[in-house]
């Protein structure tokens, strides 16, 4: 079976990379990534001799037509990814995010070719803290970033594909996600590194916003259970009831680490910040049989700190550049 895992250098593509290749013996990987400030080589390097990487934009439609010819299945994980950077530019979140991925279904609906779009929790915009009920399949779009806009209208970009021109797809909405390979720039890997580095961990506004943490793993499998057993032309919710407040994200952080669970400053608010994603994944474990297996989330945070702990030479080159531009908008206000 011929892969095209597009964004497979990127954090969670990565890691969908690692994990087919070592349960998968009948998968050859074609990973397209544009290598983008998101990509890291080195997270490909232990597997280089085992997959084609090509360097290239998915929307660039020649590209992207001439690799579907020759595959089976896509698993498109490339995307602009971070909310803080879609409301310093958009720009390249619509080019990537929208017109990336109609090249793509251009190319699967030309070759007939399956295809598994990876989208987010944040289409159907955020929930009060104390909302009993959390995003399930029917729950209506109302994305509120940039950033979120675009993975929504892309969401529906696929629904139309395979009603219009019966393309093979289907549709997974993750929350949150974990784990080793991921951006210093997000929450979590940017306040373990910040730790790491001497550097105070930064919240933003009052802190009570909630999260639904996933380990990269559950959602990967999740992935690999809907390609296996979905239904064509479904949408299926990924989440592990692993809501957390982001306070408590980093006092945990900091006490995994042997620092005073007060040693972080409180920043400027993110404009527009969501308060709350919670995801009822039910349809995926009843319909599908699928289960997380990462469960405890403290013990996952350990493993993550650890594994930045003991890969310095894959984040150190980014920190200095990352955090400038933090500072460029960010300011400490308690
Ligand atoms: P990431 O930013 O770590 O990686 C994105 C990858 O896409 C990078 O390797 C980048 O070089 C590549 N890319 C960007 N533009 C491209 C283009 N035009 N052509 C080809 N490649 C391009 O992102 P991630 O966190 O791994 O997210 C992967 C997918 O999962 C995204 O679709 C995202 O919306 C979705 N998702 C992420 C999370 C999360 O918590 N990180 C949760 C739910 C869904
Ligand atoms: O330094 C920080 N301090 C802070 O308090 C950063 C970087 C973030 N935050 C807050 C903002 C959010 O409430 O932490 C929470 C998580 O922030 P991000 O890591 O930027 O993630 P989020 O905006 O929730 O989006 C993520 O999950 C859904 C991914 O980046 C998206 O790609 C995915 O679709």
Redesign the pocket.
Known sequence: MRVMVTGGAGFIGANFVHRTLATRPDVHIVVLDKMTYAANAQSLAPVADRIELVEGDIADTALVDSLAANTDLVVHFA?E????NSLADPTSFVHTNLVGTFSLLEAVRTHGVRYHHIS???VYGDLELDDPDRFTETTAYNPSSP??AT?AGSDLLVRAWVRSFGVQATISNC???YGPYQHI????P??ITNVLSGIR?????H?K?V?DWIHVHDHNDAVWTIIDKGQIGETYLIGADGEAD?RTVIETILELTGQPTDAFDF?TD?PG??LR?AIDSTRLRTELGWQPQFLDFRTGLADTIDWYRNNQNWWQPLKAATENK?ATTEKVVE
């Open positions: 995307a990814s971070h909310n803080d987010t929790d944040e950033y979120s993975k929350s949150n996600n720039e997000k929450f979590i940017r306040q961990p930064k919240l933003y506004g802190g916003n999260r982001n920043v993110r910040h969501d994603y933090y």
